[in-house]
């Protein structure tokens, strides 16, 4: 009997502790549910996470002993690794940081700015200006100038990521534009490098005393050497290339020092310039005609200008993008697709329109027996050709090579007219050749076609035209020849665009009080992009429709009329 009474006993107490904790259970998950609830109160009640607006930009202001960043992430199943910069370059309204990681273009805009410091040690993150590839070693990314009371030393992570924190700004250098060493570049030769310099007080377009200055290069381990210049003008400086560093494959950094006429030297110039030797490049035919332009904000008259001039026998495109922001990049993938030979190199170096032409003149050097440096809104036309009926495809091409067993000529001008709006006052939807009619009488100006070959060693040039080495000249073409249509004076919407800045280093901003007589600007313009009441009527002194009637004759679908840069209206026909 006492056996069955234990028996029940038990089997009670057994009951009791299986109904007692789910209850207590219960209670322990209630409890931290509450704590974590209590937490996220205190944070928001005590601003440690707020949203602020510098600019109009969105930011997030963390504090500084936040936790750290994910090192991270994938995209299309590949890892990306952790942005490094590596350099930083202070810009009157804009910093760039050059990182030495690549950045997918899937993801460039997740890209945003770090900014250390603030009142309280906190940390503000702002949306990238933009981001791109830079070279063949990392990516660049500008972003807004610091905010007030943040350090310039800024960092950069993807959208979303978790703020790292930040150990010290002493050790992290910011480089001011004025005062850097910004490119460099190996000849195709392999045996000088052109370095490229802010900085050095020097005249414009003349040569300078090569014996003034040095090179120094420096390698990942820190090696150390230092070679004479042979060349210098404006902001390049040429040097002899180290034996050691001609067939390394690993990149080098490279400065330039300076030494004054007493011959003291200053400190070598901070330098942002990374280059490394490719080795023995196999030996190509060239290209007959190749063309370089420099070109902010220019995607939708690309197409226009390359196929146009593709048909006059240009060949190879090398396009310089000096920070666009209206995705020329897909633009000229779009013409890749199409078996356009066209190359995008990332220029983010403003007002240097004559650095730049120096650096494609080494670049094409090794492709190109000759390259033509003009505008997106400037086409080459043959009046003779029309007149007199002579085919006008492949003339370019052909015009150029009549001129290549010249030995003494190493340079092609041709004059420009300038077009006016011609009445206009929307951009016309089948190109400017064929949209803008009416110019000024008098030609303005001329712009050249060059033999990269027979340069000066310096690369001197005045944007307009290079200098050539001594005993080698130029031809000028007639009128009647060859002309330029620069089709400068477009409707004002487009047009108004010059006053945001100019890309010639020698060239003043248009908003600056300065050389307003200059043939730079607008003929009647201030210093404000303010439309004049006759804007559409300006410029226009003589009616010519030359070229548009050879586009027209030769471009246009016999059944729709369209020509073939009118991708908009082609794709609403299908």
């Known amino acids: 009997m006492e056996y069955e009474n234990g028996k029940k006993r038990k089997a009670r107490n057994r009951q009791q502790q299986q109904q007692t904790k789910p209850q207590f259970l ?4 209630l409890t931290i549910c509450l704590c974590c609830f209590f937490v996220l109160l205190f944070f928001l009640s005590s601003n440690r996470i707020s949203v602020r607006s510098d600019s109009l930009r969105p930011s997030l202001r963390v504090p500084a002993l936040s936790v750290l960043s994910s090192m991270e992430r994938s995209f299309h199943g590949r890892l990306i690794p952790p942005l490094r910069v590596e350099d930083r370059v202070q810009f009157p309204d804009h910093l760039l940081l050059i990182l030495s990681t690549r950045i997918e273009k899937g993801v460039k805009k997740d890209v945003v700015c770090v900014y250390h410091g603030g009142r309280k040690e906190e940390t503000t993150v702002l949306p990238s200006i933009s981001s791109d590839e830079l070279d063949e070693f990392g990516s660049m990314v500008r972003c807004p100038n610091a905010p007030l009371n943040y350090s310039s030393s800024v960092d950069v992570q993807f959208r979303g990521d978790l703020v ?4 010290s700004l002493r050790d992290e250098k910011v480089h001011d534009w004025s005062k850097v060493v910004y490119e460099a570049v190996i000849d195709a030769d ?4 052109v370095v490229f310099v802010k900085g050095l007080t020097r005249r414009p377009h003349k040569e300078s005393d090569p014996s003034n200055y040095k090179c120094q290069f420096e390698t990942r381990s820190l090696e150390v050497l230092v070679t004479q210049a042979v060349a210098a003008a404006q902001e390049i400086v040429r040097c002899v290339l180290p034996e050691s560093l001609k067939l390394t494959p690993e990149p080098f950094r490279v400065s330039v020092i300076h030494f004054d006429p007493r011959g003291l030297s200053t400190p070598a110039l901070p330098s942002v310039a990374r280059v490394y030797s490719s080795g023995s490049v196999e030996k190509k035919s060239k290209h007959e005609l190749c063309v370089c332009t420099m070109l902010w904000n220019q995607a939708p008259f690309l197409r226009e200008w390359i196929m146009y001039h593709s048909w006059l026998g240009v060949e190879r495109w090398f396009i310089y993008d000096n920070n666009s922001d209206d995705d020329v990049e897909e633009e000229i993938r779009l013409l890749n697709s199409e078996n356009y030979n066209v190359s995008r190199h990332v220029w983010p170096w403003i007002k240097t329109q004559e650095a730049g032409f120096s650096h494609c003149a080494v670049r094409a050097k090794d492709e190109c027996k000759w390259v033509g ?6 086409f080459y036309y043959f009046p003779t050709h029309r007149s007199q009926g002579l085919p006008s495809k492949n003339a370019l091409s052909s015009l150029v090579s009549n001129y290549t067993s010249w030995d ?7 004059e420009c007219r300038s077009f006016g709006p011609s009445g206009l006052t929307s951009v016309p939807s089948q190109g400017v ?26 690369l001197l040039n005045e944007v307009h035209h290079f200098q050539m080495r001594e005993g080698v000249g130029h031809v000028s073409l007639v009128e009647s020849v060859a002309v330029l249509n620069h089709y400068k004076y477009q409707v004002w919407d487009t047009f108004k665009a010059k006053f945001e800045r100019r890309v010639a280093t020698y060239v003043v901003d248009w908003r600056e009080n300065q050389n307003q007589g200059s043939k730079d600007r607008a003929p009647g313009l201030g210093t404000e992009a303010v439309e004049p009441v006759d804007w559409r009527r300006r410029f226009c002194e003589v009616w010519d429709t030359g070229l548009k009637d050879l586009v027209l004759s030769s471009f246009a679908d016999q059944v729709t009329g369209y020509l073939p840069w009118q991708r908009q209206q082609q794709e609403l026909q299908k």
Do not use: W
């Open 433 to 458: 050749t064929v949209g803008y009619t009416c110019r000024q009488a008098n030609m303005e100006r001329h712009k050249s076609i060059i033999r990269p070959e027979l340069l000066t060693s310096s």
């Open 26 to 29: 219960s209670l322990r998950y």
């Open 408 to 414: 003494m000529v190493g340079e092609i001008r041709t």
């Open 373 to 378: 440096f003009f505008d997106v809104d400037e």
């Open 164 to 167: 790292k924190k930040k150990q």
């Open 190 to 193: 392999g045996d000088t490098v």
